[in-house]
């Protein structure tokens, strides 16, 4: 249903009284009103391309395209409109008339949602995908021959886990979990596995079969912390069964 249109009296009342009623009370009283014949949302869209066409983009282009989405046009259609009416508007026109929409349809735009708390999400962690179930990210927060230990942020989307693994060390090593964001899970061989959440702490101690991930439902991200040792590596095993992870 077309709104009352008052923006000819409210800013033009005094100075052209009948230019403001012909605009008010002819162009939107009566035209717009004209639903039976053409809707609101054909009539939104007949009038951007005209306004596209005569290269008028000043605040009655943007009123405009704000009516249209009020009347239905969706952001993806307003692009195609804009794109199409390119070809015959002129590609510059269509550049200026995307500028506006944007704005108008800013709030329709996704909201990214951050994953890998303070530190980030980092990059896919596709060099170890193979000893992952699901997807897996890593930061690098030292850099390699900065420092002796090696300190990374590792996120984990909802079900991600990696394989069971021990960090060999014939003296020291292990590893050190701090966790920041999200919910997870830590598990050693033969033992209960443990709930984790930002702020908790996981010692790993050499030479211990285990494995860590994230939750079914949530993301989960960690700081690893590498403890240095002596003759260290790291031996990947069998993958965490879906029935294990499921019977959690």
Avoid at 141 to 169: D, M
Avoid at 225 to 235: Q, R, S
Wanted: aromatic residues 12%; glycine residues 10%; proline residues 4%.
């Amino acid at each position: 249903m077309a709104v009352k249109q008052t923006a000819g009296r409210d800013q033009l009342g005094a100075f052209a009284p009948k230019f403001a009623e012909l605009n008010d009370d002819v162009l939107f009283g009566e035209v717009w009103s004209r639903e039976d014949k053409l809707s609101l949302r054909d009539r939104s869209l007949v009038t951007i391309c005209v306004f596209m066409g005569k290269g008028l983009f000043d605040s009655s282009l943007k009123h405009h395209i704000m009516n249209a989405k009020n009347n239905g046009i969706t952001k993806e259609e307003m692009a195609e409109i804009i794109t199409h009416a390119g070809f015959y508007a002129g590609w510059p026109n269509a550049w200026a008339t995307f500028n506006i929409a944007k704005e108008v349809y800013a709030d329709d735009e996704p909201v990214k949602e951050e994953h890998g708390g303070w530190f980030g999400l980092g990059d896919p962690n596709t060099n170890f995908a193979q000893y992952f179930i699901g997807n897996s990210y890593l930061k690098p927060l030292t850099k390699p021959g900065e420092s002796s230990i090696f300190i990374a942020n590792v996120t984990f989307e909802p079900g991600c886990r990696n394989n069971w693994h021990i960090h060999h060390a014939t003296k020291d090593g292990g590893q050190i979990l701090i966790c920041v964001d999200g919910e997870g899970w830590y598990q050693e061989e033969g033992k209960e596995a443990r709930s984790l959440k930002p702020g908790d702490i996981v010692v790993i101690p050499a030479n211990v079969k285990h494995w860590h991930g994230a939750k079914k439902d949530n993301w989960f991200s960690h700081l690893a912390i590498e403890v240095p040792g002596e003759n260290t590596n790291n031996e990947w095993c069998e993958p965490v069964t879906d029935e294990q992870y499921d019977n959690l």
